[in-house]
T-cell receptor, first 109, second 113 residues
Framework: ELKVEQNPLFLSMQEGKNYTIYCNYS?????LYWYRQDPGKSLESLFV?????AVKQEGRLMASLDTKARLSTLHITAAVHDLSATYFC?????????FGAGTRLTVKP | NAGVTQTPKFQVLKTGQSMTLQCAQD?????MYWYRQDPGMGLRLIYY???????DKGEVPNGYNVSRLNKREFSLRLESAAPSQTSVYFC????????????FGSGTRLTVV
């Protein structure tokens, strides 16, 4: 059975600092997704990573995928308060998608 | 351009009551999903419908039933609500080829007392 693990689960950052969120998964998959969720809101798609070595960047966020290591990272550069949210990774599992537990990110001034 | 529409947004039920959560998408997506979200557990799949006319169980199907009414609509029914079903429920859809992942509805916050 596919397991998806994220760490850390909670992350408190200072503005301007860099940090990385890790997503490990247990079985082979060719697609990995990152989503953002603001408190009380739905999930918003950030990135889709479709192959080994894929890298996507949007603003201060950069996601990468290593299918051999079954690992994806979400790197945050020079964090700003607006990035405070919960970030989920998810992996395709045949017909559906399995999610990590989420990383609650808080960016403090 | 509505995307995925869920109703209701909030609901309070008494233990043993029944209700149906409605979901409709207007993107011509083949696949539709119901997830529940509980603190610290991410999203867990309840049921899904890979295409019109088919439904399958996910990780946590007990206590729920679903109906894929047509290509647009996928409903989730709680026959006899229990406090353990207190959660936020999300409907999602995506194209047959996976596309760029799910489009989510806005969620239903359900409390069972």
């Amino acid at each position: 059975e596919l397991k998806v693990e994220q760490n850390p689960l909670f992350l408190s950052m200072q503005e301007g600092k860099n940090y990385t969120i890790y997503c490990n998964y247990s079985t082979t998959s060719d697609r990995l997704y990152w989503y953002r969720q603001d408190p009380g809101k739905s999930l918003e798609s950030l990135f889709v990573l479709l192959s080994n070595g894929a890298v996507k960047q949007e603003g201060r966020l950069m996601a990468s995928l290593d299918t051999k290591a079954r690992l994806s990272t979400l790197h945050i550069t020079a964090a700003v308060h607006d990035l405070s949210a919960t970030y989920f990774c998810a992996v395709d599992n045949n017909n559906d998608m399995r999610f990590g537990a989420g990383t609650r990110l808080t960016v403090k001034p | 351009n509505a995307g995925v529409t869920q109703t209701p947004k909030f609901q309070v039920l008494k233990t043993g009551q029944s209700m149906t959560l409605q979901c409709a998408q207007d993107m011509n997506h083949n696949s539709m999903y119901w997830y529940r979200q509980d603190p610290g557990m991410g999203l867990r799949l309840i049921y899904y419908s890979a295409s019109e006319g088919t439904t399958d169980k996910g990780e946590v199907p007990n206590g729920y039933n679903v109906s894929r009414l047509n290509k647009r609509e996928f409903s989730l029914r709680l026959e006899s609500a229990a406090p353990s079903q207190t959660s936020v429920y999300f409907c999602a859809s995506r194209p047959w080829n996976g596309g760029y992942g799910y489009t989510f509805g806005s969620g239903t916050r359900l409390t069972v007392v």
